[in-house]
């Protein structure tokens, strides 16, 4: 139990369905981020909020969405997907400490394996 | 672009012996992170050593940082099968606070 949950585990979606991502963090921090993992490659940040406020979109294309509405949610919402968007999505959670994220540890939830067919 | 490289890319050992996976990086650091990620499973921090930190050390885990080389090792002493997993190292971002980039990972298997 990491503190960070994530729903659904897995998702199998075709190309015109929509479909969104949750994190849940029960570890009161305020900062959120997702992260894709695919195959023989590094993980990619996507986005980061802090305290509900979006501070890092990392040119991902508009078909991601994402939306905090409070400190403890995270969604990730799909749309017209495409066949390279198949990985893994990772949810982490850090605490903002000393204006930033990347100096503290931050904690992942186990991830949505998603497949576009 | 990428930041860390961890070295070897696969490691395989059998159990009792002690595992070694480097991490070079190119740009000056503030700290640098080790974390661990089990097959199927999300990342779990490991340490993080800051760049005016040259060892830390947590249970059979020993990190070393070189900012003159800069470059890292995570040493794991006593490998236990439940060691399998792979490997990564962070950095964070210069052009970011809250960003931190990975590298490739190690995949260790260690052997019963």
């Known amino acids: 139990e990491t503190g960070v949950t994530q729903t659904p585990r897995h998702l199998v979606m075709g190309m015109t369905n929509k479909k969104s991502l949750k994190c849940e963090q029960h570890?009161?921090?305020?900062?959120m981020y997702w992260y894709k993992q695919s195959a023989k490659k590094p993980l990619e940040l996507m986005f980061v909020?802090?305290?509900?406020?979006?501070?890092e979109n990392n040119s991902v294309p508009s078909r991601f969405s994402p939306e905090c509405p409070n400190s403890s949610h995270l969604f990730l919402h799909l749309h017209t997907l495409q066949p390279e968007d198949s990985a893994l999505y990772l949810c982490?959670?850090?605490?903002?400490?000393?204006?930033?994220?990347?100096?503290?540890?931050?904690?992942f939830g186990d991830g949505t394996r998603l497949s576009i067919l | 672009s990428q930041q860390g490289e961890e070295d070897p890319q696969a490691l395989s050992i059998q159990e009792g012996e002690n595992a070694t996976m480097n991490c070079s990086y190119k740009?000056?650091?503030?700290?640098l992170q080790w974390y661990r990620q089990n097959s199927g499973r999300g990342l779990v921090h490991l340490i993080l050593?800051?760049?005016?930190?040259r060892e830390k050390h947590s249970g059979r885990l020993r990190v070393t940082l070189d900012t003159s080389k800069k470059s890292s090792s995570l040493l794991i002493t006593a490998s236990r099968a439940a060691d399998t997993a792979s490997y990564f190292c962070?950095?964070?971002?210069?052009?970011?606070?809250?960003?931190?980039?990975f590298g490739s990972g190690t995949r260790l298997l260690v052997r019963p």
């Open positions: 050593i800051r760049s005016n930190e």
């Open positions: 909020y802090s305290l509900e406020e979006r501070v």
């Open positions: 740009t000056s650091i503030n700290n």
């Open positions: 982490a959670s850090s605490q903002d400490f000393e204006a930033g994220g990347n100096n503290q540890p931050q904690h």
């Open positions: 570890l009161g921090h305020n900062a």
């Open positions: 962070a950095t964070d971002a210069a052009d970011s606070s809250y960003k931190l980039i």
